[in-house]
């Protein structure tokens, strides 16, 4: 019986699965129907075939199916089909309603487009008639006369239609039968039609079965017992006050809320008056929402009331005597609405991140509101009250479209909170938010930006391989890849050379590194240009300028320029037997090749023949006399000079200077290098022989000038081996501006004696000159109208190179 009974059902699931109903009007609804109790994920429609839309175009579209609640949702799409997601229940959905139906939304995008869909619950008969209880007690009066009609309690079936209770049947007995009569609304009741007198001596006590039935397939039945009593006679029916009670019951009203209280009347005296009240048909649901007192017959609220739950309920009061008999009423109750929900918002598409560079106007997402009110407890007004570059526009129905109204910057802000009030026309209007949180995604529109404007860099020369220069470092506020900075040079050439062969840099942290050693000599600075480049595409750069100054380091000794270094002509400088205190006998003239400080030069006596004879300048290397000349000072005077810079550590040098107290080269005519007298001492007994030599060569010297005289006196001109002019060519290289070196500060010019040998032969310097030098070029000339017979030289030429150093001479007299 019970696996017919399956099978009848499945069949009947089957051909209501088949049903496709129709797509009703030019808004394109649909309506299905679908039997209740179907298992989840039974398919009972077809929506690509029936919207005549691809499938691959339902999920392009985002097509979803949305309700006004989603407490419980019923059915699903699933690949352009309706499936069912859940259970349904069409009486716990609908109670006693003949037609029960669910309504939803097929919402698609780009564009937004809308259907209603209506989804019909077909009743299947599951649920069998029950009696409110088991046993029917009925007391009837032996008084009844035959065709006399005893209300019966009606059987209670869940079901609808002709799933409903369609029959009564009643077991066959000699006294009762059964009269079947309908309501208004259709619903069945029956009767007990008395067909033969009771005789309470002959039988007290009647017990009958009563079985309801319905029309479903397969059928369903239930039974109680009817236990009739016999009694005296109750000839009068209690009467209600009102046939249909009509009653408005507002939602939410507490418990113990009295909506209605019925009354009836019965005619009958003593116990055949005395009337209780009880429903006689009800819902499961409203019987866990209302009771009624026996007593009283007042109904009150004993459940919570949801106008969005079910809207109205009816309720059948039974009022029977104390003999049993019995009459019946109706209660309608409407729930009225009271404005108890909040709008409700759904986001139903949010497209996150926003990339920085959208438009204005560019749709960013769809807002879905919803509220469980009717009338104007339902309207809804939505926005955002943010100062935020977004703003709600109305689209269909209660859906919202989210733009943006101004351009993003993610620098500038990359996160927004914003919030979403809805809030309804009801009285007092509730109101609900949202807070979604919409990110800014980067764009690379920002260059690297170096921190300044230019770099000034400072490597001492000498300076090790790979040494750090200096660091430059630029920001990009772009994100990720779009802000990460990489460092190149710009290719470009230094005295030539290119910039590379210089300097390198770190690409990844700006620090630039020296690949070669620096010399401040060579050249003093040089720029770079430094690029910083994103990571972006495509990638963004900038330039910045990096100097770098190369400062001088103390690498070079002092270099002695007069006199002569050694392994040149030997030089010798004359003083006057008459000279006094403080007067100028030599200079020693010397440079550094380095620069600031480390070229500032100081002189000092480290050795001399008669140490409390000479002193020398500090600063300026001049030679002068501490004490008047004397007779008793020995003619031949050694000084040994040191030359220091003032680096640290400082450099330094000799050199020797050798002096000669006489006021005529006569008068030492055993004149010599003097530098050999001090190393060997044992000579001296060859210094008499040496000293006749000498004189018998100065003799010879002086007729050979007095010839060259007289045989060229049109073109006077002398050269000198041993001349102590200083030529360009005892200069270094890169001494471009001595005077701006502080090595050599003055110039001077000189009286100038010859001394008897040809290759040794000096000139002695007494006075100092300045604007009085004659420039560089003139020859050694006689003066005009001299007739004198010594040579009077004004001017002595150096050229070399290009270079010029001129000396001037005041008078060099040769007799």
């Known amino acids: 019986m019970m696996k017919g009974s399956e099978e009848n059902l499945h069949f009947l699931a089957i051909i ?13 609804d649909l309506s299905y129907s679908v039997p209740e109790e179907m298992k989840r994920g039974t398919v009972f429609g077809n929506i690509a075939k029936d919207l005549g839309l691809a499938v691959k175009t339902l999920s392009d579209r985002k097509a979803r199916i949305d309700m006004e609640s989603e407490d419980r949702r019923f059915c699903d799409l699933q690949r352009g089909e309706l499936v069912i997601a859940e259970r349904i229940d069409r009486e716990e959905l609908c109670g006693s309603k003949p037609s029960c139906s669910l309504n939803y939304e097929l919402v698609l995008e780009n564009p937004l487009e809308s259907h209603r869909i209506t989804l019909q619950i077909e009743d299947i008969n599951d649920h069998s008639p029950r009696f409110p209880k088991s046993e029917i007690k009925l007391e009837i009066g032996e008084s009844a006369i035959k065709g006399a009609r005893f209300p019966l309690d009606e059987a209670h079936d869940s079901d609808v239609g002709r799933n409903g209770i369609q029959t009564y049947s009643l077991e066959k007995n000699e006294y009762f039968t059964l009269s079947l009569n309908s309501h208004s609304n259709g619903r069945k009741y029956c009767e007990l039609v008395l067909d033969k007198e009771l005789d309470r001596e002959v039988q007290q006590e009647v017990i009958l079965s009563l079985t309801a039935s319905d029309g479903g397939s397969p059928q369903r039945s239930g039974t109680a017992v009817i236990r009739v009593i016999v009694l005296d006679a109750n000839d009068n029916l209690p009467i209600f006050s009102e046939t249909v009670y009509e009653v408005s019951l507002p939602e939410n009203s507490p418990l113990s809320t009295v909506v209605v209280t019925v009354s009836a009347t019965d005619a009958d005296e003593g116990a055949n008056g005395e009337i209780t009240y009880k429903f006689s048909h009800i819902s499961d649901k409203a019987i866990r929402m209302f009771s009624i007192d026996e007593v009283t017959g007042q109904i009150t609220v004993i459940g919570p009331i949801d106008y969005e739950d079910q809207n109205e309920y009816e309720l059948w009061v039974k009022a029977k005597d104390g003999a049993g008999l019995a009459s019946n ?12 929900n909040a709008p409700v918002i759904y986001i139903k598409s949010l497209n996150v991140p926003i990339p920085e560079n959208v ?17 104007g407890n339902k309207q809804i007004r939505c926005s955002i009250q943010q100062n935020v570059p977004f703003k709600l526009n109305p689209s269909i129905k209660n859906y919202y479209t989210l733009v943006t109204t101004s351009d993003l910057d993610r620098e500038l802000v990359g996160d927004y909170n914003v ?7 009801g009285s007092p209007p509730l109101s609900s938010s949202k807070t979604i949180h919409l990110s800014v995604s980067d764009v690379n529109d920002n260059p690297p930006v170096f921190e300044l ?4 860099a400072y490597v001492t020369e000498n300076n090790k391989l790979y040494s750090s220069v200096c660091s430059v470092t630029a920001r990009d506020p772009d994100w990720r890849q779009n802000g990460t900075v990489f460092y190149s040079l710009l290719p470009s050439e230094v005295n030539g050379v290119p910039v590379s062969s210089y300097v390198s840099i770190n690409g990844d942290t700006g620090v630039i590194h020296a690949v070669r050693a620096f010399d401040y000599e060579q050249f003093r600075s040089f720029k770079v240009q430094v690029v910083a480049r994103d990571n972006g595409s495509p990638p963004l750069s900038s330039n910045v300028t990096v100097s770098v100054f190369i400062t001088d380091e103390n690498d070079n000794s002092p270099q002695i320029l007069y006199p002569t270094p050694e392994g040149n002509s030997f030089m010798t400088e004359m003083v006057p037997k008459a000279a006094l205190s403080g007067s100028l006998v030599s200079k020693v003239i010397a440079v550094d090749a380095d620069s600031g400080q480390n070229a500032w030069l100081s002189y000092q006596i480290v050795k001399s023949t008669d140490p409390g004879l000479f002193a020398i300048g500090l600063h300026s290397g001049e030679i002068r006399a501490q004490r008047d000349i004397s007779e008793s000072d020995s ?15 400082s450099l330094s040098t000799t050199c020797a200077v050798y002096l000669l107290i006489s006021d005529n080269l006569a008068e030492v005519p055993e004149l ?10 044992k000579l001296t007994s060859y210094l008499i022989i040496a000293l006749v030599s000498v004189s018998t060569f100065f003799l010879t010297f002086i ?15 002398l050269l000198f081996d041993g001349a102590v002019a200083i030529p360009s060519a005892y200069l270094p290289p890169n001494y471009a501006d001595v005077d701006g070196t502080g090595t050599l500060r003055s110039a001077y010019n000189y009286d100038a004696y010859m001394t008897t040998g040809s290759r040794t032969s000096d000139f002695k310097f007494v006075t100092s000159y300045n604007d009085n030098t004659l420039p560089s070029g003139t020859t050694l000339k006689r003066s005009p109208g001299d007739n004198s017979d010594c040579l009077n030289f004004t001017s002595l030429d150096f050229p070399e190179n290009g270079s010029k150093c001129s000396t001037l001479v005041n008078h060099l007299n040769i007799c």
């Open 359 to 375: 438009a204005p106007g560019t749709e960013i997402g769809i807002i879905n509101v919803q509220d469980k009110d009717t009338g």
């Open 635 to 649: 003619m031949k005077q050694n000084l040994v000079i040191s030359v220091k810079d003032n680096g640290q550590p």
């Open 16 to 28: 209501w699965m088949a049903v496709f109903v129709f797509l009703r009007g030019c808004n394109c």
């Open 329 to 340: 009423a109706k209660v309608d109750i409407e729930i009225t609405d009271v404005n108890d």
């Open 672 to 681: 010599k290098d003097m530098s050999y007298e001090e190393s060997n001492s």
């Open 419 to 425: 919030t979403i009030i809805a809030t309804d026309e």
């Open 453 to 456: 404007q230019s770099y000034s």
């Open 703 to 717: 007729i050979l000038i007095v010839a060259i005289r007289i045989c060229h006196r049109r073109k006077p001109r």
